[in-house]
């Protein structure tokens, strides 16, 4: 979900919809989002606002020549009113190669501070190796600078590599940008995101691979960034989001995550270019993505069917 400047919210739905809610009403439906690729871990993915105001950003699944898929981001711009629709709708990248499988997608996305660059996290798609190819996208994070617009400026360029499921890419207070990602059984990652940097995805991880079979640890390749942080047993991020509101004063700069497994809020407190877990509080049901209110208050969004969009405030 993405916050626009009157506190209204864009919500997409995996299989399609982009949804616009304002407080107090029933959330429409957009008219013009694209026809994407539904299945499996794939469909209509992020969405994020630009800093302008003036455009937004989407990502989703996008299928390809015979079996393969891959992930796109498009550029667009909101007509608000009684039918609110997309307009000028534009593909401004394409995730390269497109593989088989429906899986780590990845396609988060978040503006730098200076407005100047869209980076985008692009999974491995469950192929692992690539995420080792500096000449593919898979398993990376992109940066593509754009202009004032939020419209591309220059070519897109592989800006870290190592990486295996990006579920959260945020940039801190302090204009550092940050990621999360899944692990296999075990090792989701917090990772302070650095230029040329590579996490070491399938080489190294803190978790193992779901047969069972062994996977070294950071500690034997400190030629590899090792995380921030890692959770053994699993957090399953869904999203986050640095606090930086006025109802929790005591967690500004604080980072609070999203978790489906087990479902809840994590919060996490950054220490440099390390990072502790600082409280966990518990939801009902898995957590997909959470957001920080104009006042301060925590937005979260329930997955899968029958989810709810809550607001969480202070007692």
Known sequence: ????????????????????????KQA?????????????????????????????????????????????????????????????????????????GRGHYSHRMAVSPDGKS?????????????????????????????????????AAERYSLGHRN?????????????EIEHGPAGGDELNLVRQGANYGWPLVSEGKHYSGEFIPPHSTRPDFAAPALFWNPVIAPGGMVFYTGRMWPEWRGQLLIGAMNPSGVVRVKIDGDKASEEARYPMDKRIRAIAQAPDGALLVLEDKAGGRLLRLSRK
């Open 118 to 154: 869209l980076f985008i996290a692009s999974g491995e798609r469950q192929k692992m190796q690539p995420a080792q190819d500096p000449a593919s996208d898979l398993g990376k994070v992109i940066r593509l600078p754009i202009d004032a617009a939020g419209k591309p400026a220059g």
């Open 1 to 24: 979900m993405a916050q626009l400047g009157d506190g209204a919210l864009l919500v997409t739905e995996k299989k399609g919809r982009l949804l616009l809610w304002q407080n107090g």
């Open 28 to 100: 429409v439906e957009v008219a013009g989002a694209p026809k994407v690729d539904y299945g499996g871990q794939g469909g209509l993915g992020d969405v994020i606002v630009h800093p302008s105001g003036k455009a937004i950003y989407l990502s989703w699944a996008e299928a390809g020549d015979g079996d393969t898929r891959g992930a796109v981001v498009a550029r667009a711009e909101l007509v608000h009113g009684a039918t609110p629709s997309l307009a000028n709708l534009e593909v401004i990248w394409r995730q390269t190669p497109k593989v088989t």
């Open 166 to 178: 990006i579920l959260g890419l945020q940039f801190a207070p302090d204009g550092r940008l940050w």
